[in-house]
């Protein structure tokens, strides 16, 4: 049975009789809406940018409506334009899985996945060759965003990121919650001659992770009088983060979920106990008609396992 997003994608089509557009036209379309470019789209669909502008035409001429605009000196979508762009998209992935689904080859396609550049630098880099082993036909792409809780990225399937999870308009899945506590070298804490007590950790620098919040948490429930949270530096990714604490840079706050090699490696300690839940946890983030998806159902499938053998090991 049809989806309810194909169903409305061609109501207009059955109601005027008119003959449906070519896929090629509905992919430029779609493609044009992610990337807002003409020369984009083209070297996305190995097209020339004429042809994406002559397939852009036919379908306004097919539909009855305007799908572009003059803006400036460019071109945009209509507000209608926008909206069909958008069924298109769903319609298109729902074509798409359908084909995959009644495969009678085994789990295949294409899978872009965008991860935290911590989260997978640190953890899933380290196991992701199980899961190409398992599934050798799905052509796994990893990208990372510019934000930890950004799931805006055009032509992924599927997102890992760091947030409240509030993304409205997406279908949005615990993966995981995190804990975080002071991570340092041994090398540092030697130097230091040892940390007796949580105000100590200010005599060393605090490693921040964009903001300042983590370690404002945590030295207010350590009960750290007068803390100083904002001092030290303050780095965009969390890979310069442990590269600063695992040279004795300075002091970070970390999990032990992407540390734990680094911990068990004794590279990376941690001098107190007290830790502090976070107010952001890990979700896996996508887009409604791509839940069903085969390769993203097999990639799920086998991230909570990993992830549920890491926690238990």
Not at 39 to 54: F, G, K, M, Q
Request: glycine letters at 6%.
């Amino acid at each position: 049975m049809f989806s309810q997003n194909v169903q409305i994608l061609f109501t207009s089509y059955r109601r005027h009789r008119m003959r449906i557009p070519s896929t090629q036209a509905l992919r430029a379309l779609e493609s044009f809406a992610r990337h807002g470019s003409v020369w984009r789209s083209a070297e996305e669909l190995h097209l020339t940018r004429s042809a994406v502008s002559h397939q852009l035409r036919l379908l306004e001429r097919d539909l009855g409506f305007e799908l572009l605009q003059r803006d400036g000196k460019g071109v945009t979508l209509t507000p209608r334009g926008r909206k069909y762009a958008n069924d298109v998209r769903k319609a298109l992935i729902v074509i798409d899985d359908a084909g995959g689904r009644h495969s009678p080859a085994s789990t295949g396609g294409t899978l872009t996945v965008s991860c935290t550049s911590g989260f997978a630098s640190l953890w899933l880099c380290t196991h992701i060759a199980e899961f190409q082993e398992k599934y050798p036909d799905i052509a796994l792409r990893i990208v990372t965003p510019r934000k930890l809780d950004d799931v805006t990225a055009p032509g992924v399937d599927l997102f890992i990121a760091f947030g409240d999870g509030n993304w409205p308009n997406r279908a949005v899945d615990l993966l995981c919650e995190i804990e975080f506590t002071p991570l340092c070298s041994p090398v540092l804490l030697n130097k230091l001659g040892g940390l007796a007590e949580p105000k100590d950790i200010l005599r060393a620098p605090l490693l921040h992770l964009v903001d300042f919040e983590d370690w404002t948490l945590w030295l207010a429930l350590a009960n750290v009088d007068n803390p100083d949270s904002e001092r030290g530096i303050v780095f965009s990714d969390m890979n310069l983060v442990f590269s600063a604490a695992i040279t004795a840079q300075g002091i970070a706050i970390g999990d032990k979920l992407t540390c734990r090699k680094a911990m068990r490696g004794g590279q990376l300690i941690q001098p107190f106990d007290l830790a502090i839940k976070s107010p952001k946890s890990y979700f896996l983030v996508t887009d409604y008609a791509r839940m069903d998806h085969p390769a993203q159902l097999a990639f799920t499938e086998w991230l909570k396992s990993r992830l549920s053998q890491t926690r238990n090991a």
